[in-house]
């Protein structure tokens, strides 16, 4: 048994074999044979050896006579590694002792030399490791030819374990199948791990080195509470482990019963629970938790799988078929927001890969305003819609007024067209996300200018404590009780309010119930919630008074650091709904 800790993001307990995926730098994962496999693996490897022997011996001969024998010679010197026993030697008994396959055995041994040769002093031998490479790649790609992904032959139920996951990988896992989610990197509000969330899928994040211990086929035990993964579990902790899961779907059944009942507070305040969604199937499923609306749609999914860009006509009926699921019920629609770790394979031509802080690059609202075309066709789409029910546009990460404008003036302009041309538009109120410092600070100036704002708290915490999102090395820094981060939450809502529009928040922080109590406290009557979220904040809405809130958010407010914060939140939160916090809490 063997047990990992990582960044818990999506709860829920799961028990299944894991399937290790490899990832693109050609890491092999571990993977087990039965003994009267091994055999095998071992004429594999010979092969494999025997085959690029022949490959290298053809390429010295066709480089010596095209760039002479001094740049051949790199060749024998492959060749020369090949033949070398010791090293051949090596693979098979990683193979008989391991047990493993031959691909893992070269994958390993390799692995182990290019690390000796970069740790000697000697520059010979470190320029050496590039050969190194070359010949492991070389021989992998013999013994694994074209992979099959581990995923696409899944025939039962299992915890994913990866490097990392892209969003549009995560979004595309099937969920009957998959049952956890396991990562060596990501952060608590990286886009993977929100999906895993949204998709109901227990995961953690950050377990640095989970693809290099967990084999294929190896019992494991995800608790998305704790962030704890534990790797071939003994009976005793696989009993104790079944019967939290038990308990857990318990409370979750329970949990459900909310659905129907109001989120108003002890004292009659009405708080009205939105959910956040990726894609139109998710809206019966966020009904079905409680919620009153969508206050979030990440549209910039539609664009994220390889079906390619929708067009104007794909979009609207897209938007169309959300506003007949929710059945009068509010549907805000979120501008692209593409780009940072979110991109489409179908516009790598607007996507630079190569800039160095792509976070604070040209991403989102900045990147439509520079490609009016794919802006006004989103606007064109929603607009159509809007004349179907009742729909908000949210414009993303505005940092100034001059950007928010603008994008109000291509709105404009594309609503006189659709006018023009006879088409039906609706009364479409305009809001923009505060999830920027610079935003949240002229949030009174701006407030002048939109109907709504609506709290990014992701991206605002990363960019008021400058601590990337999705990076698992900083995890510990990334936190919304960072007094900063209180104190602008604090200031857009006194804003929003005095202005008289509306507001409300819808990072990860709005599904948390560690910060409930104090967001209601600032005034927030609006929390847009990962939709399996929805019911646990629903309990503590109508398990406190509005009076205590502001008590508490006055205390809380008056910290002067995110662990004071968080610890007085959690005894207030205890003292209110007991039990709320273990395994619900995910600390943003
Ligand atoms: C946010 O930044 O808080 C937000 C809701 O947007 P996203 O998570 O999609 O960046
Ligand atoms: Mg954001």
Known sequence: MQSRRGIPVSPGIAIAKAVVLDNDEQTVAKRHVAKDKIQAEH?????????????????????????????????????????????????????DGEQVTGAYAVFSVMQDMADQFLAQDNAFFRERVSDIYDLKRRLLTELMGEQRSALSGLTEPAIVIAHDLTPSQTAALDRKLIRGLATDLGGR?????????????????????????????????????????????????????????????????ALKGLRDQPAITTDGTEV????????????????????????????????MDDDGVPTEQQQYETYVAAIKALGGRPLTIRTLDLGADKIAPGLMDLHDEAEPN????????????????????????????????????????????????????????????????????GQVPVGMMIEV????????????????????????????????????????????AHPAVLELIKNVVRAANHAK??????????????????????????????????????????????????????????????REVLNYLREELNRITPGAVAGRSMNY
């Open 501 to 562: 529009i509306g507001v409300s928040l819808c990072g990860e922080m709005a599904g948390d119930p560690e910060f409930t109590l104090l967001l209601l406290g600032y005034g927030l009557r609006v929390l847009s919630i990962t939709p399996p979220a929805i019911p646990g904040i629903k309990r503590v809405v109508r398990s406190v008074g509005i009076e205590r809130c502001k008590r508490i958010a006055r205390k809380a407010s008056s910290f002067d650091n995110d």
């Open 189 to 253: 509000t990286s886009h993977t791990a929100i999906l895993a969330h949204a998709l109901g899928i227990p995961a953690i994040v950050g377990l640095k080195d989970i693809t290099r211990r967990a084999a294929t086929g190896d019992t494991m035990i995800l608790d998305g509470h704790r962030g704890h993964a534990i790797l071939q579990p003994d009976a005793a902790q696989l009993l104790e482990s079944r019967q939290e899961a038990r308990a857990y779907r318990e409370e979750e059944k």
């Open 358 to 425: 792509p976070f604070l690059g040209c991403r989102s609202i900045r990147l439509c305003l520079q490609h009016l075309d794919l802006f006004r066709t989103q606007l064109r789409a929603i607009l159509r819609a809007s004349s179907e029910g009742p729909v908000r546009i949210m414009f993303p990460l505005i940092c100034n007024i001059m950007e928010l404008r603008q994008a109000k003036m291509v709105l404009s302009d594309v609503r006189e067209d659709l006018e023009d041309q006879g088409i039906a538009v």
């Open 272 to 303: 009205t629970l939105l959910a956040n969604i990726e894609f139109t199937d998710e809206v019966p499923e966020a009904l079905e938790y409680g919620a009153q609306g969508i206050g979030l749609y990440r549209t910039e999914f539609l664009f």
């Open 43 to 95: 004429d594999l490897v010979d092969a494999a050896i025997a085959d690029s022997l022949k490959d290298l011996e053809d390429l010295r001969g066709q480089t010596a006579s095209v760039l002479g024998s001094q740049l051949a010679d790199i060749f024998g010197f492959h060749a020369g590694l090949l033949k070398d026993q010791a090293i051949v030697s090596r693979f098979h008994a990683v193979i």
């Open 437 to 480: 410092p610079s935003a949240a600070l002229q949030a009174s100036v701006l407030a002048k200018e939109v109907d709504f704002f609506s709290v990014g708290t992701n991206d605002l915490i990363q960019y008021t404590v400058a601590v990337d999102r999705s990076n698992e090395r900083i995890a510990n820094l990334y936190t919304g």
